[in-house]
């Protein structure tokens, strides 16, 4: 079976909190991963990372790693002093994975998390200093066993990567064994014209795929057509990680960052959060075995 996983600010609104304890939240659900932003990792002291790794190791969990990156060290940006700023600030991110025995980072780590706010008649430019970024933090990533893996993502949150297409061909640029394509159900059901094809499209080359509703909210408790996205999944032989990353919670840096500007689940209590995600986890569980992927 897939190892299914679930993102640790589906329980809190700030992005830095108490990993140990959702490690082994985690592990007392049921989840065989927890993923959560890297950035914190470059505030740690190495003996903090070696306690956290001890301890997921300790209650059978995988440590994953995804990030929206800054706009300060956007390594898109035709300012040369941000791009090379966010080139080594990324590398020490990867090194802080690597030292962790993590073998993944995802999310918007190729370009600023977020939209320009001028006019954009043509993104190669962007598209070209990216390229130009990565394929020096692919190099720190291959020496540390990370696949840094490129997340499309919506209109509404950045402009470089929107379509499984789009992730392809950066990918494919940068010609590494270490660069992979994540896929959202969220994002796609805003970009793509077939979820299924989308999935179809990138194949063998989709490291990893990450679970939520049209609206954010757990797998199963909106419009989306879950039979075509695990058919999907069945179709391409997918045996990768399956994320879950809701975000239900107004307030805090999450709310603000995320859009969420309501509470999408009734009293969002850490006890009502938790049986949403023990309701998720069975969910997926159920569609993994409904399609043979168990």
Known sequence: MNKLGIFMNFWEKNWDADHAKYIKKAAKIGFDVLEFQAQPLLEMSKGHMRDLKKLADEVGIELTYSLGLDRAYDVSSPDEKIRLGGVDYLKRIVECIGYMDGTLLSGVSYAGWGTPSYVMDDKRPLWENSIKSMREIIKTAEDNGVTYCVEAVNRFEGCLINTAAEALAYADEIDSKNIGVLLDT???????????????????????????????????????DWDEIFGALKDIDYKNRIVSEPFVMQGGEVGRDIKVFRDLIDNPSEARIDEEAAYLLNFEKEMLKKYGLA
């Open 186 to 224: 969220y994002h796609m059901n805003i970009e793509e014209t077939s979820i299924g094809d989308a999935i179809r499209l990138v194949g063998d080359r989709l490291t990893s795929f990450h679970t939520g509703e049209n609206n954010r909210t757990a797998p199963g408790k909106g419009h989306l």
